[in-house]
């Protein structure tokens, strides 16, 4: 079955500073890949999604994401942070309906 | 247009008793999906309907949990007695279903504590 690795538990940056987090995932068969952030006690709220096509993906919130097949990579970035970007980040693969989640980055905005 | 609503928000029991949780996805929206979110984890798939059909509860625990969509709409979850273990965050999601990479909207969520 299709998983997704987060790398990194916990990313703190400076407000202003680029934000990076790295999501790498595996899939049989071509997945449609998606970033979903969660603020405290609230639902998750996606950001973007692949599914086909151009393979850098523009969000919500400025984040954007590039798919790369030969990495087996979809890393989310920010070019520069925000006090309100702190919350948890997951990665999520998903194929045929079936939505694997990641165990989640929680990033931190320092001022 | 309204959300996920989930309720309760959050729940504290005591071991061995039932809990249900209530969810009333997006209008319109077929696919239904409960997930677990453990602690520090990311959700797990419990249950997902398309309409009344429940088509993937492989990573449902039959013997203590169960869950209905009766009309298509509105579903609900079941545990039954709780241990506690099932301390987690259940949410629940929603979306049209008219193509696989149609978005899920979650709602925010019941926090179930066990005692």
């Known amino acids: 079955a299709q998983s997704v690795t987060q790398l990194g538990s916990h990313v703190s940056v400076s407000e202003g500073a680029l934000v990076l987090l790295r999501c790498n995932y595996s899939s049989s068969v071509p997945p449609y890949l998606f970033w979903y952030v969660q603020y405290p006690n609230q639902g998750l709220q996606l950001l973007l999604k692949y599914t086909t096509g151009a393979t850098l993906v523009k969000g919500i919130n400025g984040f954007e994401a590039e798919f790369k097949k030969s990495e087996t990579s979809f890393h989310l970035t920010k070019p520069s942070a925000h006090m309100s970007d702190a919350a948890e980040y997951f990665c999520a693969v998903s194929v045929k309906n079936d939505m694997r989640f990641g165990a989640g980055t929680r990033l931190t905005v320092k001022p | 247009e309204a959300g996920v609503v989930q309720s309760p928000r959050y729940k504290i029991i005591e071991k061995k008793q039932p809990v249900a949780f209530w969810c009333n996805p997006i209008?319109?929206?077929?696919?239904l999906y409960w997930y677990l979110q453990n602690l520090g984890q990311g959700p797990e798939l419990l249950i997902r309907y398309e309409n009344e059909e429940a088509v993937d509860d492989s990573q449902l625990p039959k013997d203590r949990f169960s869950a209905e969509r009766l009309k298509g709409v509105d579903s609900t979850l079941k545990i039954q007695p709780a241990e506690l273990g099932d301390s987690a965050v259940y949410l629940c999601?929603?979306?049209?279903?008219?193509?696989?990479?149609?978005?899920?909207?979650f709602g925010p969520g019941t926090r179930l504590t066990v005692l």
């Open positions: 209008s319109g929206h077929n696919t």
């Open positions: 999601a929603s979306s049209s279903g008219e193509v696989v990479t149609d978005t899920q909207y």
